[in-house]
């Protein structure tokens, strides 16, 4: 089956600095690529989606000079919270699409637990 | 706009049966999916329907009605680690996810 990693599973750091998340897929090559947040109790929210090769498309409301995301290959996106502050503390998830091959089919990262002090 | 409903919390006995609803209002419509959620941890693929009718999965079942944008997930002989988040979700014609808040299900001994 398609697996998708992220790094790391837990981090926290202190306000200011900036934290890089990184999303692998696997066993698959993703043309595209979703970012989530997802506050407790709460459900998913897109914050953007990034297709290889390209810039990522933002939704309404997420700072993208805040929230940068680099989808350098077909297995691997970063996401890098910027300047991170208390309020970004998150759970953070990513999930991968094979557009061509699969593109109803969404294979999740296991999340990334973000605490900023 | 976009739109998915679902109840916020549900509670059931082991062993029982329980069905969770959703509606829902999309551009487009690519299928419905359900994942289940434990605390803590990313969803997990639980079923699709994009076609009428009912798909039946172990204990799990899902059922689609697409002209009444209706969906429901059907849990059997229900067990105390079924205790978890589920997450109604439609795809839309671009192939984005439009999620529902999810139904927290409470499984009583």
């Known amino acids: 089956g398609a697996v998708v990693s992220q790094h790391p599973s837990r981090v926290i750091c202190k306000s200011g600095t900036s934290v890089k998340i990184e999303c692998r897929s696997l066993?698959?090559?993703?043309?595209?690529m979703f970012w989530y947040r997802q506050f407790p109790k709460k459900s998913l929210m897109l914050m953007a989606t990034s297709n290889e090769g390209s810039k990522a498309t933002y939704e309404q409301g997420v700072e993208k000079d805040k929230f940068l995301i680099n989808h350098a290959s077909l297995t691997l996106s970063t996401l890098t919270v910027t300047s991170a502050h208390p309020e970004d503390s998150s759970f953070y998830i990513c999930?991968?699409?094979?557009?061509?091959?699969?593109?109803?089919?969404?294979?999740f990262g296991p999340g990334t637990r973000l605490t900023v002090l | 706009g976009q739109n998915i409903d679902q109840p916020t919390e549900m509670t059931a006995t082991e062993g029982a049966i329980v069905q969770i609803n959703c509606t829902y209002q999309t551009s487009g419509f690519n299928g419905l999916f359900w994942y289940q959620q434990h605390a803590g941890e990313a969803p997990t693929f639980l079923s699709y329907?994009?076609l009428d009718g009912l798909e039946e999965k172990g204990r799990f079942s899902s059922f689609l009605s697409r002209s009444k944008g209706y969906s429901y997930l059907l849990l059997k002989e229900l067990q105390m680690k079924d205790s978890a988040s589920y997450l109604c979700a439609a795809m839309d014609s671009n192939y984005q996810l439009i999620w529902g808040a999810g139904t927290k299900l409470i499984i009583k001994p």
């Open positions: 329907n994009v």
């Open positions: 999930s991968a699409r094979a557009e061509r091959e699969a593109p109803n089919e969404q294979f």
């Open positions: 066993d698959f090559q993703a043309t595209t």
